[in-house]
């Protein structure tokens, strides 16, 4: 990570349901548990997916994050490249909450949206996890959350003990009611000439995302990289579909999520993003 601490502005009071926490970095953030957003730093700043995205942005990139939880990853990016153009997308009132304060706070040119992104414009139902925000979606799973979560404490080390006691009632949802727009809805709302980075973490939605972009607005898109739940093939149909489209892609799995159906897909067009020349 680049930047230094410097001069902050006095801590603001925080919403109902939300915490103050001091990033590794010094920074403030305002998140719903400290713990987790302790481990969304971690996930984007160490060696991987994020980290490598954030290496290939330049100055005056745009950049649109779906799923941006918090906003952490938003916050990395814009911390590593001044000057960005950034989008950060997120349905759940809470963490919106808590994106929109550190938006504000850290990257004011930034815009937040509240809504879940999908194949089409309108509402859906999202499962809000209270305890686990980052596992949310439209597509949540308790049995297969609670799954994936204990491979991966076994991997990062923790106890066998401990597993059970940590998971238990992690994933107890909420369903709510949120509003869906499409990523081509999200470009002609923003003015969007370019899309230098399209990030997703949407837990399981990944292809609606992707079927959301119409044919006009792929060739706006220069890199995409996503967290992939690979159920009934969707990790090669989400490849199949990159790849039509021009890009060349690449997939990995953390050690640390060894066993699960958790991938990351990176995909870059190497012709580089396609601008239209604009309207007179």
């Known amino acids: 990570m680049t930047g ?8 603001a009071a925080t919403a109902e349901g939300t915490s103050a926490y001091e990033l590794p970095n010094g920074r403030r953030i305002t998140c719903v548990s400290p713990a987790e957003a302790k481990v969304l730093w971690a996930e984007a700043v160490d060696e991987g997916l994020y980290r490598s995205a954030a290496d290939a942005l330049r100055p005056g990139d745009t950049v ?26 997120e349905p759940a009132p809470t963490t919106f909450s808590c994106l929109e304060s550190n938006l504000r706070r850290h990257l004011p040119g930034a815009v937040a949206v509240r809504s879940a992104v999908s194949d089409r414009a309108g509402h859906c139902t ?7 925000t980052g596992n949310s979606g ?22 066998e003990d401990y597993i059970g006691e940590i998971v238990r009632d992690l994933h107890q949802g909420i369903d709510m009611t949120v509003p869906t727009l499409t990523v081509s809805d999200l470009i002609r709302d923003h003015d969007l000439r370019e899309v230098s980075l399209l990030k997703i973490d949407v837990e399981r939605a990944e292809h609606l995302v992707l079927a959301g ?3 006009e607005h792929w060739p706006l898109i220069g890199h995409v990289v996503a ?15 990159l790849e039509r489209h021009g890009f060349t892609v690449g997939v990995s ?6 066993g699960t159906d958790l991938y990351e897909l990176g995909a870059m067009r190497p012709q580089g993003v396609q601008t239209p020349p604009r309207s007179t």
Request: charge should be negative; proline fraction near 7%.
């Open 4 to 11: 230094s601490r410097g001069t902050q502005p006095p801590a």
């Open 126 to 132: 999202f499962t809000y996890y209270p305890r686990s």
């Open 64 to 89: 649109l994050d779906i799923g941006a939880n918090i906003g952490i990853v938003s916050l990395m990016f814009g911390w590593k490249a001044p000057d960005l153009r950034i989008v950060s997308v």
């Open 213 to 215: 972009i119409e044919d």
């Open 227 to 241: 967290e992939v739940h690979d159920e009934d093939g969707r990790l090669k149909t989400i490849t199949d579909l």
């Open 253 to 258: 799995q953390q050690p640390k999520l060894a």
């Open 138 to 159: 439209l597509f949540a799973d308790q049995r297969a959350d609670d799954e994936n979560t204990r491979i991966f404490l076994r991997n990062t080390g923790i106890p």
